[in-house]
């Protein structure tokens, strides 16, 4: 007998380590994680299987196929944006060839064991391109149809993605005699920026906001890589996996689409500096832009329109920017760091 299980790639990564804890600890689901590093020892013991192993290894997919009933997939394995512009062939490998695999593991495992495969992809607000800062200023709230011109190879792959999923649940094979549905039930989220209290990111264009409050806290000196006046919408990482989870657990009639933009704040560099600063009055947080990164930043929206989230499947942070620092961000970077002297006494 098969297990049932669900899926997570990319499962050592920052947004792995948070989902991996919320289904230990409030579903209780048979989780095998997959990632081509170890898991921590923490997450390994939280999952039913930990397999180190890479998404292009199709044998690999075939062996998981065969040992498991997988019934969801969080395909969060990719390289993410600043690392792909310095590889982007190995990054479309990765990010589109990656995802197509899964895609195929999900439509077989939904053709043997007779049931709905769900597949959540986080995509990312780097789909969008804005042309330049004007733009960018006089654009308030982007919705999920506007600018679609990333920049950036990740922006790309995870644009084409999306539309790979929908093929997958809407439209796979349609001309085939035998047309029946693929059974893979396709749902997307583009996340802002995530910053999380217990992992710091990596590889990513948004990382200087972590960076930033992470330095902070151990009173390391740090010099931001965008300037002061630098806008993009973040999101705690606790509300990054509440999206996950509830829509993955919508009822499929209420999608009114397959990809979702959903946001939380969207706070200047400079705004991040101030909240660190007062947090951690011995910081030390330089702005020392990067100009081509900075340029990826700004094709990226200061806000996006969340609305459609909100009607079909209840979307809500439950952090805005007050919450995010002062209950969840400040407190647990701060024990992270505690017993380095690094904490501010107040
Ligand atoms: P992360 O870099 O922390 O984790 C990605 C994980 O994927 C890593 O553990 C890495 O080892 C693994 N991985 C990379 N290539 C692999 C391969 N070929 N086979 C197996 N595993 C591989 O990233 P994250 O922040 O956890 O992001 C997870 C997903 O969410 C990614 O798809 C990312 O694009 C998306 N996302 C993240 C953010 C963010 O701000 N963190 C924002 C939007 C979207
Ligand atoms: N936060 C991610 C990055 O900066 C975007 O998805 O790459």
Redesign the pocket.
């Known amino acids: 007998m098969r297990k049932p299980v669900t899926l997570i790639t990319g499962a050592n990564g920052e947004i792995g380590h948070g989902l991996i804890d919320y289904f230990a600890e409030q579903t209780h689901q048979e989780v095998v994680g997959l990632d081509l590093k170890p898991l921590d020892k923490k997450l390994r013991a939280r999952c039913s299987a930990a397999i180190v192993g890479d998404i292009l290894d199709e044998n690999l997919l075939q062996r998981l196929v065969s040992e498991y009933e997988i019934h969801a997939v969080y395909h969060l394995a ?1 390289l ?5 512009e310095y590889t982007p062939d190995t990054a479309h490998r990765v990010n589109v060839d990656g995802t197509l695999n899964l895609l195929k593991l999900a439509l077989e495992q939904a053709r043997w064991h007779g049931n709905p495969v769900k597949f959540l992809f ?5 789909v969008y391109g804005l042309p330049d800062l004007a733009v960018k200023r006089e654009t308030e709230r982007i919705r999920e149809i506007d600018w679609n011109f990333p920049t ?1 190879m ?2 790309c792959n ?1 644009l084409y993605c999306e539309q790979l999923g929908r093929y997958f649940t809407l439209h796979y094979r349609q001309l085939s005699a035998e047309r029946v549905t693929s059974g893979v039930d396709f749902r997307a989220i583009r ?4 910053i999380s209290a217990d992992t710091l ?1 990596s ?5 200087y906001a972590s960076e930033m409050i992470h330095a902070g806290a151990q009173g390391r000196p740090y010099a931001c890589f965008v300037s002061a006046e630098a806008r993009i919408p973040f999101m705690a990482m606790p509300d990054a996996i509440k999206a996950l989870v509830v829509l993955a657990a919508a009822p499929v009639e209420n999608l009114t689409q397959r990809v979702y933009n959903i946001t939380a704040f969207s706070p200047s560099a400079g705004e991040i500096r101030d909240r660190v600063m007062a947090a951690f009055p011995a910081a030390e947080i330089t702005f020392e832009p990067d100009a081509p990164r900075e340029a ?1 930043v700004n094709t ?1 929206p200061a806000d996006v329109d969340d609305s459609p989230a909100r009607v079909d499947w209840g979307w809500q942070p439950d952090y805005d920017i007050d919450r995010a620092f002062d209950e969840y961000l400040i407190p647990g970077i701060s024990r992270l760091y505690r017993g380095a002297g690094s904490e501010t006494e107040t």
């Open positions: 990719a993410l944006s600043t690392r792909a986080p995509s990312s607000i780097a950036t990740y922006g995870k996340l802002p920026g995530l990111p590889g990513g264009t948004s990382d990826i990226w």
